[in-house]
């Protein structure tokens, strides 16, 4: 991040929070309430985005993933894992992750 983005940034950031101390309290419970449905609805995706992974067909399984996603799916879904995570494991997690949210 520059300084500059840094600074607009943070301008940002307290600009919100003039305007979030400036709401009346019925105004900060919408505001709450808001963002707490936001939350739920994110979290609600993610349970469905990893059921839907390990409800997977087993032909797909094998023909879809590569070794590194398959033992991803392994440890996300319960299969059997008999080593201990490594670092290596981590960041194909992170790159798994990185195919799924289209990054």
Not at 53 to 67: F, I
Not at 71 to 78: F, T
Not at 83 to 90: C, E, G
Request: glycine share 10%; charged share 20%.
């Amino acid at each position: 991040m520059t300084a500059r983005s840094v600074r607009t940034f943070a301008g940002l950031l307290l600009g919100a929070g003039f305007f979030v101390a400036a709401c009346t309290p019925t105004q900060q419970a919408a505001l709450g309430a808001g963002v707490e449905k936001a939350r739920q609805t994110k979290d609600s995706e993610a349970e469905i985005l990893k059921a839907s992974l390990c409800a997977m067909s087993l032909g797909a399984y094998h023909r879809v993933n590569n070794a590194i996603e398959r033992r991803a799916l392994d440890v996300l879904c319960g299969g059997e894992w008999t080593r201990p995570v490594t670092a290596d494991d981590l960041r194909s997690f992170r790159e798994f992750g990185d195919l799924l949210g289209g990054s």
